[in-house]
């Protein structure tokens, strides 16, 4: 790791983050990389609160604080959904890669980087991602009701209700998972 982290301007940029002061802390995060452009804290600030804010220079923080510090999983997956927000899917899909390689077992990363698949036009490895993401976490809400709606969409019916059916069986309570068995059953 390369970067430098703290400083006294990027804690307070931190603690006006952790307040909900979005505007006061990309103010903060933005005077202390201009003292010191390699802050890593100053580059996470600035580019969360940019997202919060939704100003355009969030993924060029983040960005920059992914090349300094490649081994941080959480900057990571926030420049993936800044470039989702951004519009910049394919950039968001690489970013989550980055994620899902520095956190394998991350099951979240998965159904993310299955979502952001999807969304570039790669059905198949959406799913996949999506497949995995069960496999490695049995009973994720987030990835089962992805393989439903992503099956759905792909016409994929009997492994839409495979999934509907693991849904409900793990989360019997949800109802929409109970109506997506019924729903796919008739089909």
Do not use: C, K
């Amino acid at each position: 790791m390369s970067g430098t982290t703290g400083g006294g301007v990027a804690e307070d940029a931190r603690a006006r983050y952790d307040a909900g002061d979005f505007e006061a802390a990309h103010e903060l995060a933005v005077a202390a990389l201009a003292e010191r452009p390699d802050d890593l804290l100053a580059l996470r600030i600035a580019g969360r609160a940019s997202y919060e804010l939704g100003l355009d220079d969030g993924p060029t923080h983040l960005s920059r604080a992914v090349e300094l510090d490649p081994d941080d999983g959480e900057t990571w997956h926030d420049l993936a959904v800044a470039l989702v927000d951004a519009g910049r899917l394919g950039e968001a899909a690489e970013a989550f890669r980055g994620a899902q390689r520095v956190r394998p077992g991350d099951a979240s990363e998965l159904v993310d980087l299955g979502y952001a698949a999807y969304a570039t036009g790669t059905a198949d490895e959406a799913i996949g991602y999506l497949r995995q993401a069960a496999e490695r976490t049995p009973g994720s809400q987030a990835a089962l009701r992805g393989l439903v709606d992503l099956n759905r969409r792909e016409g994929r019916l009997d492994d839409a209700l495979a999934a509907a059916q693991q849904l409900a069986e793990h989360a019997p309570d949800d109802v929409g998972a109970v109506l997506d068995v019924a729903e796919l059953a008739l089909e």
